[in-house]
């Protein structure tokens, strides 16, 4: 976009909206909104603390854990499902349930299954993100070329060469966007687990916060979290955009 | 590529010697559910010549490719390639495909190799066979092009380069033609005669074009539909020898292209 002759760079609105933040938060309007530059002293100054960066770290690791499981299952099971009508039939109604069902509802039952700890944290961040990706794996298989497959064949592939050098790579972008898809809900799965199941990482700093109505501290991390969430987006658009020069060719 | 040895080989191929026969398929039968692709149909091929299925549409051309590839499984009846039945795909065929079939994800180099790739040769050797072939096929240069950079045209050499690549005996091509310009096309078909000659190896061609079918052929198969049989093999016998520029305006090319419309016409809606 030009403004008055001049290029602006990408996501200047920002710099807009940080105004408007801060205006509101200078007026004193209301508590629960602190001026942006308060927010962001305290953001700096909360990174440094045990607490923000023992919260970090289990987030991570239950975040990590979960979202890994979910693609080492939901990519193979996606292929199988669009390589097999039977296991596809079986699956594809418990799929497609569980994609649009509210598994916030879920997390209670979680909790009884697995008790109180990070076990029943990692499962619920895996069942955000599980969905997506199998269904998407399942599309890009589905929509293989047929004489593709017929070329592997043909030329001996075993079912495991196949599987590696020609089904993989050619639902590849859809995998991809589909894993994309699958961590940004992942990222809501970590949060309210950590926030219903047991208070633990961000999800005990923003009971702490929020009721201590510290308002600074709260949007500072809230913020982290954002910004975390839209950098890992951002990494896998940029992965897909790599592979996508092909996904119209297949 | 123009042919040299004109007039040697002009005359001697009318005497209808035994060839020896590389494929044959015996008794065939194919049902895709209730509908009956091809019935009962026998044919043989003749090691190292060109032998063309010609066809309306709907006849079973590709089909009866398909299953001598292995790809299909006849219903009922056996292929045998050099004596072996065919019970699958196996390294004494290779298939080129109408829509060329590449890696759209892989270079040039890497999908001509991807025939040994699969067999287990390694990489600095099947490089070293696969760049041979790319030059063979005229697109030394673009080894490590992408086929999403290439026409159509040289994405079907591509094709062409991957399934000479792997050196088998009996090469199958389903309308491998179909997909490029017309300008290309000719050059193809040129090239393909050339290929015939110094290759020694047995074409089974699949096409719908009449023209094309007697230009590149020893022998053409006319498949007929409902029910599916062949209905007539035709072996020009003049015109092979006379080089490349010749043979659309020899007479026995011309006439051959006629009568073989006259018995398909009536299929033709």
């Known amino acids: 976009m030009t403004l008055l002759g001049y290029r602006l760079p990408g996501m200047s609105s920002l710099i807009v909206w940080g105004l408007l933040w801060e205006i509101i938060g200078q007026s004193g309007l209301t508590f629960f909104v602190p001026p942006l530059s308060e927010v962001v002293a305290t953001l700096f100054s909360v990174i440094g603390t045990d607490a923000f960066q023992k919260a970090l770290a289990e987030t991570a690791y239950a975040f990590c854990v979960g979202v890994l499981s979910a693609i080492c299952i939901g990519i193979p099971t996606g292929i199988l499902m669009g390589k097999n009508r039977l296991l596809d039939e079986l699956l594809l109604p418990w799929v497609n349930v569980f994609l649009s069902a509210p598994l916030t509802a879920l997390v209670p039952v979680l909790m009884v299954l697995f008790g109180f700890g990070m076990r029943a944290i990692i499962i619920t961040t895996t069942l955000f993100a599980i969905w997506i990706i199998i269904l998407n794996a399942r599309a890009g298989v589905k929509q293989i070329n047929r004489s593709l497959v017929d070329m592997a064949r043909s030329f001996g592939a075993s079912p495991l060469d196949a599987f590696f050098k020609v089904y993989l790579w050619a639902a590849l972008p859809e995998i991809l966007g589909g894993i994309r898809i699958g961590i940004i809900r992942a990222v809501k799965g970590v949060i309210i687990g950590q926030l219903l199941i047991s208070i633990v990482g961000f999800g005990a700093l923003f009971e702490l916060y929020a009721a201590n109505f510290l308002m600074g501290h709260f949007w500072a991390v809230l913020i982290v979290l954002f910004a975390l969430a839209f950098t890992i987006s951002e990494i896998l658009a940029y992965l897909e955009r790599r592979v996508s020069y092909y996904a119209a060719k297949r | ?269």
Request: glycine content about 8%; charged content about 25%; overall charge negative.
């Open chain 2, 1 to 269: 590529m123009p042919q040299t040895s004109a007039a040697e080989t002009g005359t001697d191929a009318t005497e209808d010697t035994a060839f020896e026969i590389a494929v044959s398929t015996r008794n065939i039968s194919k049902n895709f559910g209730d509908v009956e692709a091809l019935n009962d149909l026998s044919l043989e091929f003749p090691l190292g010549q060109l032998t063309s299925l010609l066809g309306p549409s709907g006849c079973g051309k590709t089909t009866l490719l398909k299953i001598i590839a292995g790809l299909l499984e006849p219903t009922s009846g056996e292929v045998e390639v050099n004596g072996q039945k065919v019970t699958g795909p196996g390294p004494d065929r290779a298939f080129v495909f109408q829509d060329f079939a590449l890696l759209p994800w892989a270079s040039v180099i890497r999908n001509v190799a991807f025939g040994l790739e699969l067999r287990g040769v390694a990489r600095s050797e099947r490089e070293a066979v696969a760049e041979s072939y790319i030059k063979q096929v005229g697109l030394a240069g673009f080894e490590n092009a992408y086929p999403h950079e290439l026409s159509g045209g040289m994405r079907q050499r591509v094709g062409l380069a991957r399934a000479l690549a792997v050196d088998a005996e009996v090469l199958l091509m389903d309308e491998p033609f179909s997909a490029v310009d017309e300008q290309t096309r000719r050059k193809f078909q040129e090239d393909l005669l050339g290929l015939v000659q110094d290759q020694k190896k047995t074409f089974i061609f699949v096409t719908h074009s009449i023209e094309e079918a007697v230009y590149v052929s020893d022998q053409v198969a006319i498949l007929l539909p409902r029910p599916s049989r062949v209905s007539e093999i035709i072996r020009p016998s003049s015109f092979r020898g006379k080089g490349v520029d010749n043979i659309r305006r020899d007479p026995e090319y011309l006439d051959i292209v006629d009568e073989i419309w006259t018995s398909l016409r009536r299929y033709v809606e």
